[in-house]
């Protein structure tokens, strides 16, 4: 299993542009989340789904959305792109039902920087 | 809501000191806890976990034990390594299992 991945690792943008961070995991988990990390924080949580078609804003929604076709698939669209969204975006994946706790799997993360 | 408090970091050891950080939370029923943590440039990955009072976690010589009374869940080492340093996160989960709720984290540095 090669787990959570992100494209890209990096990325550099212009104020305004607008770009999609992807997501994929192949374990199969139904719940998906997307945080970013700005310097010496910890995370804040941007928009997460529990299955496919189904998404929930989370602490810190606003200037990003995201889609949920596909069980594996969990991409996040920054649209005109500001530099407050320069961060460090981490997506994560866990199994979870009220039975089962929920440790969740991250990403490596795609550092992105808006100038 | 329910929410995780850890103390401030940065933490900065010697080679083989004993380690703790603090985490203690709110919460309204019964989370699952966790530790999580994250080395430089890289994702968090979970440490260890526990998900009833009284359980203690524990991996890589970490441990920390869910305490329902003071609802606490500190992590401790004997002898921390250089290998150690990372930022460590606290975490619950959400009442409704469909989220984790992260504390701020703290940097710990270990010096030979």
């Known amino acids: 299993n090669a787990g959570v991945t992100q494209t890209p690792k990096f990325r550099i943008l212009k104020i305004g542009q607008s770009m999609t961070l992807q997501c994929t995991q192949d374990m199969n988990h139904n719940y998906m989340y997307w945080y970013r990390q700005d310097p010496g924080m910890g995370l804040k949580l941007i928009y997460y789904s529990v299955g496919a078609g189904i998404t929930d804003k989370g602490e810190v929604p606003n200037g990003y959305n995201v889609s949920r076709s596909t069980t594996e698939d969990f991409p996040l669209r920054l649209e005109l792109a500001a530099p407050s969204q320069t961060s460090v975006y981490f997506c994560?994946?866990?199994?979870?039902?009220?039975?089962?706790?929920?440790?969740?799997?991250f990403g490596p993360g795609t550092r992105l920087t808006v100038l | 809501g329910d929410s995780v408090t850890q103390m401030e970091g940065p933490v900065t050891l010697s080679e083989e000191a004993f380690l703790t950080i603090n985490c203690t939370y709110t919460a309204t029923g019964y989370p699952s806890l966790f530790w999580y943590v994250q080395y430089p440039g890289e994702g968090l990955q979970l440490l260890l976990k526990a998900t009833k009072a009284d359980d203690k976690g524990s991996n890589k010589g970490f441990e920390a034990t869910y305490r329902k009374e003071t609802t606490s869940f500190h992590l401790e080492k004997g002898s921390v390594q250089v290998s150690d340093s990372a930022v460590y996160f606290c975490a619950l989960t959400s009442r409704s299992y469909d989220k984790v709720i992260f504390g701020p984290g703290t940097s710990l540095s270990v010096i030979p």
């Open positions: 994560a994946s866990s199994y979870s039902d009220y039975d089962l706790y929920n440790e969740q799997f």
